[in-house]
């Protein structure tokens, strides 16, 4: 039995050594976009005292800016007191004061919080027990004075974590978001995040002072904006007159977080009811998504001669292909008379799939397997083919050594993938690559190459999923000439744009490809899904919608399987046997077995309860060595189980541990007994198997159980079909 790796250990005061590793790097990397107050943080920092720069990146750390100071108790900081002292006269800490007034409620306990509330008058209909905790931090923030809440005197056990505004702009020079998240040094030391190993030397996030200022300022408001509760209308106010001197760069990513807060910040205040300034924001940007509130609001003001307008020019020129097919549906729908608008209208005239009921929870594999028994190879591929595509055929562009310029050892993606700037500085040879996809061998052969060098290795595109790799060859050979250049094309050109959206499914019909959404009822259209529609389209794929119509399938197949197992959690046990049957109309066709070596002990109440024993396992294959088997024989099936979530979540986790996902319809025989037959006295396996008189030989071991359970399914589908035409339940 194979040995467990050993724990590692993370280094006494690690959290320091990150912090610091974080502030060289910045330093070094940054030294341009750096004015006094940083320098003087670094200076002044360094020349703490070990325990106070400890203390200080604790409070970094923890979220929030103020602290109870009976929280701060820390085994390696010798005296609180002193160390505290030490940091104030630094100002990397500072006493609180009524502007500090939510964030000291914050950290107030539920029972504290009740307390306080019970300060209102009496006459209130408040019931505070009721209140979820941001409630009562708004009612008592609005409604108690802050002397009330907190007297002369109390603000001495709090303190505030100081220098906050330099910090946040460190960690966004190193990390690239608001907020840093200095965790994953620790991650990366435990070994559960991968770093681009290839990669030794980091390119700058910002080459200048004002780009950096720029880009952390519309990152910060971004933020806000995003955060719970909301901002009052004063700094809302405040952001709305700041925001038209904003500056505008040449810089493609710089100039994107400018529209996106710009667009953020005036959908706030629509949401406010302030649709006058929200329009005078959204005015600020002329991309998309700003554009089309742009439009909307001039039509909701009345004004639909400049609505009419607005519209024509975004057709004439518009920022990207969903800004163009917005501006076209509501041209057409507000000013020529056209009732239904495209989205509605692809809907309509989508062809209806009937497929089983059973699999309303992965309708994309229910609706492959419907493709397959038309004879068809059917795949859920949606954006993974793309990516796995674009990865394999370019991957020494994106992931070399020489060419990914990469900010940090945290990033992946090479700097100006999304922006463009990265294709433009690399265009002939991202074309070289692209011209490969013209002789369909040669482009397979160097795909196949670079799946063989490079299979397993982290990285930001390549799932390295088995099934998906196959997939390749009809989609390079059956695609219509040059479309594929096209799309990748889009992708180098801005892949946070064109990288989402693709149908759900390929499908492989002789020699006929073609790609397939599918919505089931309640399901709309996106605006990205129907630009990349109408993209693969006029590049000459067959794309199409087909909406779900539920049945009850007699065909539909299922896999019923049993496993057992060492106990329980999935997130620490392990299974020691699976069995599986595959079911088709009225029969068993199929079954698969095998025991698995936990690589652990099993209990002896699990032994003496299963009949496994240590030594049964001690010889059989590890999961890793069954788990393609096992995938093979599920296929597209619904996964079936007695307790299926039990079932499936242990097979999830194994998955999971070789870095693969495991994910399929299910349908649970208890839930499904419980609903067909109602009443009956336990909805136990063995219970249940002798109620309907169905053979159980071997409890507990998992072909059986999974036979068993085939059984019970047959007779859940007998009552499904009669309460489908109307029976009742006998």
């Given at each position: ?58 409070l ?55 307390e ?55 960690l966004f ?95 706030t ?76 209208a ?10 089983d ?75 070289e ?31 390295w ?14 695609a ?8 990748l094309?889009?992708m ?15 499908i ?39 909406r ?80 393609a088997?096992?995938r093979?024989?599920?296929g ?95």
């Open positions: 039995m194979q040995s467990r790796r050993p724990a590692i250990v993370l280094k006494e005061r690690y959290y320091l050594e990150h912090f610091e590793e974080m502030l060289g790097f910045v330093e070094s990397h940054y030294a341009h976009a750096l004015m006094a107050p940083e320098t003087d943080f670094l200076n002044d920092f360094r020349a703490l005292s070990i325990d106070a720069r400890c203390l200080y990146v604790r970094a750390n923890r979220k929030g800016l103020v602290f109870a100071r009976h929280h701060l108790r820390y085994l390696e900081i010798a005296s609180l007191d002193d160390t505290l002292a030490e940091l104030k006269v630094g100002g990397f800490v500072t006493a609180p004061e009524q502007t500090h007034y939510v964030e000291l409620l914050s950290v107030q306990g539920r029972p504290r919080l009740l306080l509330v019970d300060l209102l008058s009496a006459s209130t209909d408040l019931r505070p027990s009721a209140l979820k905790k941001g409630e009562l931090l708004a009612i008592l923030s609005s409604s108690v004075p802050f002397a009330s809440c907190f007297p002369a005197g109390t603000l001495s056990d709090f303190v505030v974590q100081g220098r906050e505004e330099v910090l946040a702009y460190l020079l190193h990390f690239g978001r608001s907020r840093g998240d200095m965790g994953s040094f620790a991650l990366r030391d435990l070994g559960l995040i991968k770093t681009p190993e290839f990669k030794t030397s980091f390119a700058p996030r910002y080459e200048s002072l004002v780009s950096a200022r720029e880009a952390f300022l519309y990152t910060r408001v971004l933020r806000e904006l995003g955060e719970k509760g909301g901002l009052t209308s004063d700094r809302l106010n405040a952001l709305a007159a700041d925001a038209p001197q904003w500056l505008i760069l040449d810089d493609p990513e710089i100039e994107t977080l400018r529209h996106r807060a710009v667009y953020r910040l005036g959908r205040l629509e949401r406010r009811g302030d649709a006058t300034l929200a329009l005078d924001v959204h005015r600020l940007s002329d991309q998309f998504p700003s554009t089309e509130r742009t439009a909307r609001l001039l039509l909701q003001s009345g004004d639909r001669d400049a609505a009419r307008t607005f519209l024509e020019r975004l057709i004439d020129q518009p920022s990207c292909d969903e800004e163009l097919i917005f501006a076209e549906d509501l041209l057409a729908r507000k000013f020529h008379s056209r009732r239904v608008g495209r989205f509605t692809l809907l309509r005239e989508a062809r209806q799939l009937p497929l009921e059973s699999s309303r929870e992965y309708p994309e594999a229910a609706a492959a397997q419907y493709f397959q028994r038309g004879g068809a190879i059917a795949a859920h591929t949606e954006n993974e083919i793309w990516s796995l595509l674009f990865g394999l055929l370019c991957w020494d562009l994106l992931l070399g050594k020489q060419t990914a310029p990469l900010h940090s050892a945290f990033d992946w993606k090479p700097v100006g993938l999304d922006s463009g700037v990265f294709y433009e500085k690399y265009r002939e040879a991202f074309e690559r692209f011209r490969l996809l013209e002789d369909p061998t040669a482009a397979l052969a160097a795909l196949q190459g670079t799946w063989d060098q490079h299979e397993g290795t982290p990285n930001y595109l390549v799932a999923n088995p099934t998906m790799r196959p997939l390749l060859d009809p989609l390079v050979r059956l219509p000439q040059g479309a594929l250049a096209e799309l094309r889009d180098a050109c801005d892949h946070r744009q064109h990288r989402r959206g693709f149908p759900d499914l390929m492989v019909d002789g020699d006929q490809l073609s790609f397939v959404e599918i919505k089931t009822e309640g399901d709309q259209i996106q605006r990205h899904q129907l630009v990349k529609i109408e993209r693969l389209r006029r590049l000459g794929f067959t794309a199409e919608v087909a779900v119509g539920w049945v009850v399938d007699s065909e539909q197949d299922y896999v019923v399987v049993d496993i057992e197992t060492t106990g329980a959690p999935a997130s620490w046990h392990r299974i020691t046997e699976i069995g599986a049957v595959r079911v088709r109309g009225r029969e068993i066709i199929a079954e698969w077995s095998s025991l698995v070596n936990p690589q652990r002990s099993i209990p002896n109440f699990i032994r003496d309860l299963t009949g496994i024993t240590n030594e049964m396992v001690a010889t059989a294959p590890t999961f890793d060595q069954i788990a088997d096992f093979a024989f599920v597209d099936a619904v996964f079936v189980a007695h307790r299926a979530p039990f079932d499936y979540g242990f097979l999830q986790a194994e998955f999971e541990r070789l870095g693969q996902e495991f994910r399929c319809p299910t349908l649970c025989t208890v839930v499904a007994m419980r609903r067909h037959f109602p009443g009956l006295p336990s909805y136990g396996l063995a219970k249940l198997c002798a109620h309907f008189k169905l053979p159980l030989e071997s409890h507990h071991r998992a072909l059986c159980d999974a036979r068993a359970t085939a059984q019970l399914l047959l007779k859940i589908n007998d009552q499904r079909e009669r309460n489908s035409s109307g029976a009742s339940i006998t």
